[in-house]
């Protein structure tokens, strides 16, 4: 009986997690084709392969990032950058959709810091991400304090505290790692442990 509870665990750790992956994968990958690919297939009928809605979607945004650095469309995409930013609800969602597409993949990236923080009145460290070194702009007596973004494990979510800068300690780890650290609840450092043990 024992065998076969350990047959059956080992199944569900090998199996759950690549059925899960691929789950999800065939999810993404259907969300994307959808975008525009619900517009194309009525054209190609039966000649439709799966992946051309992404391929399509691909194209446009790389057209319309060439459009936004030509002078006359460029002016356009921010005549209507700057109309999003005026309109009252809008200007909200629109801001916070932009500061965080900006925070991953623009120049000036936040999340490329990882720091540790001291937990007040304990010896208890967290692990976070500075979003932001400038927050007097918005808080003046806060000068010299910076953003700490602090993911929460096993989910998309966290909050975001206001550190002073003395109180942080910048760490040397990949922003990838630090996330996969805490997202899995700090079980990714004994795998890593065990393949370096193999």
């Not at 002078?71 to 965080?100: H, N, Q, W």
């Not at 494990?153 to 805490?182: C, D, H, R, S, W």
Request: charged share 20%; hydrophobic share 45%.
């Amino acid at each position: 009986m024992k065998t076969l509870a350990k047959n059956f665990m080992n199944g569900v750790l090998t199996v759950v997690p690549i059925v899960l992956a691929i789950y999800v994968f065939i999810k993404i990958f259907t969300f994307f084709d959808g975008l525009l690919g619900k517009y194309v297939k009525p054209y190609l009928h039966e000649t439709y392969i799966p992946g051309i809605g992404i391929l399509c979607t691909i194209a446009l945004i790389t057209v319309l990032g060439w459009l936004s650095t030509q002078y006359i469309s460029g002016r356009l995409i921010k005549l209507i950058d700057r109309l999003l930013e005026s309109i009252p609800l809008m200007k909200t969602v629109y801001s916070v959709l932009k500061d965080t597409i900006y925070s991953f993949i623009g120049e000036k990236r936040s999340f490329s810091k990882v720091v540790l923080i001291d937990l007040p009145h304990t010896e208890i460290k967290c692990i976070g991400f500075i979003t932001s070194e400038e927050v007097e702009s918005l808080f003046h007596p806060l000068k010299e304090y910076v953003a700490v973004y602090i993911p929460q494990t096993f989910q998309v979510a966290g909050i975001t505290v206001l550190v002073p800068k003395a109180q942080i300690e910048v760490i040397n780890v990949k922003p990838e790692e630090a996330m996969k650290f805490i997202l899995s609840g700090g079980m990714t450092a004994s795998k890593n442990k065990e393949k370096r043990v193999e």
